[in-house]
């Protein structure tokens, strides 16, 4: 539901299930965790840009990470003082 001062909030299960990827997916796409490094359309295994497999294990593993921590996580971490997130006034 959308927060106070126009950002969102989620509720506690929300805060345990939601993964950071299904969070960069809404407000951003899925074309960076998808794509071609360089933005192209035509990019893929047959016809890669300079950086296709370079970057196939990047985008892999930061799909890793995006898919095994929660929202929850975060706001924790931040919490016990052993991450920081900048605060908008």
Known sequence: MKGPSGGFVLTAEQLRTVTLRQIVVAIDGGAMLQGC????SQCSARQPCPLHHQFLPIRDQLNELLRNHTVGELAGKV???LGFLKQFS
């Open 79 to 81: 919490h016990d003082g």
């Open 37 to 40: 490094a360089l933005g192209l």
